[in-house]
Antibody
Framework: QVQLVQSGAEVKKPGASLRVSCKALGYTFTSYDIHWVRQAPGQGLEWMGCMNPNSGNSTYAEKFQGRVIMSRDTSTKSAYMELNSLRSDDTAVYFC????????????????WGQGALVIVSS | DIQMTQSPSSLSASVGDRVTITCRASQGVGNDLGWYQETPGKAPKRLIYAATTLQHGVPSRFSGSGSGTEFTLTITSLQAEDFATYYCLQHHSYPLTFGQGTKVEIK
């Protein structure tokens, strides 16, 4: 069955960089987009961007432009989200989620989610 | 960007109650809208996609309606396991945007 398995919790210092991984299991990794969504403590869900694992092309939310890089390794069926210049307000749970295939069939988008990776940014 | 305005932000209800949550989009999104249930420590769970289609395996007490700019999630006969936070999400255009969430609490 489809699973997205994320890397574990991390503690980072302000100014550092973060890299969260998301390994795809049970489907063809390059056939579906990967989205990244985060949730700060007590806050709502926030979309960060998405990547096409086939082309490597990404679309980022304006808020994160210049600070985020989404990438992939097709040999390990893994997607990565790197966030730079971390601040305390980047403390959040970071989720990956599977998006549409190139056919954009109803119901494909953001059905399957990783378990989330807690990131704490603190000095 | 499309803004999703969700209301109410919280509500108190009893088991067996009917609950309605609304999302309004700042511009039309067709039926490119989903509803998600979030519980602490878990990934969001999709309940409804394409505005009105019940996700396989989700109880039939959940239903979605609307298109364009106004959408509704209805829970008929609220159950104990339904106390959670609910979000709408538009995927009509980038950036994808969520509503602010509705926390459903026990009265």
């Amino acid at each position: 069955q489809v699973q997205l398995v994320q890397s574990g919790a991390e503690v980072k210092k302000p100014g550092a960089s973060l890299r969260v991984s998301c390994k795809a299991l049970g489907y063809t990794f390059t056939s579906y987009d990967i989205h990244w969504v985060r949730q700060a403590p007590g806050q709502g869900l926030e979309w960060m961007g998405c990547m096409n694992p086939n082309s490597g092309n990404s679309t980022y939310a304006e808020k994160f432009q210049g600070r985020v890089i989404m990438s992939r390794d097709t040999s390990t069926k893994s997607a990565y989200m790197e966030l730079n210049s971390l601040r305390s307000d980047d403390t959040a749970v970071y989720f990956c989620a599977r998006g549409f295939s190139r056919y954009r069939l109803p119901g494909e988008d953001l059905l399957y989610w990783g378990q989330g990776a807690l990131v704490i940014v603190s000095s | 960007d499309i803004q999703m305005t969700q209301s109410p932000s919280s509500l108190s209800a009893s088991v067996g109650d009917r609950v309605t949550i609304t999302c309004r989009a700042s511009q039309g999104v067709g039926n490119d809208l989903g509803w998600y249930q979030e519980t602490p420590g878990k990934a969001p769970k999709r309940l409804i996609y394409a505005a009105t289609t019940l996700q396989h395996g989700v109880p039939s007490r959940f239903s979605g309606s609307g298109s364009g700019t106004e959408f509704t999630l209805t829970i008929t006969s609220l159950q104990a396991e339904d106390f959670a936070t609910y979000y709408c999400l538009q995927h009509h255009s980038y950036p994808l945007t969520f509503g602010q969430g509705t926390k459903v609490e026990i009265k």
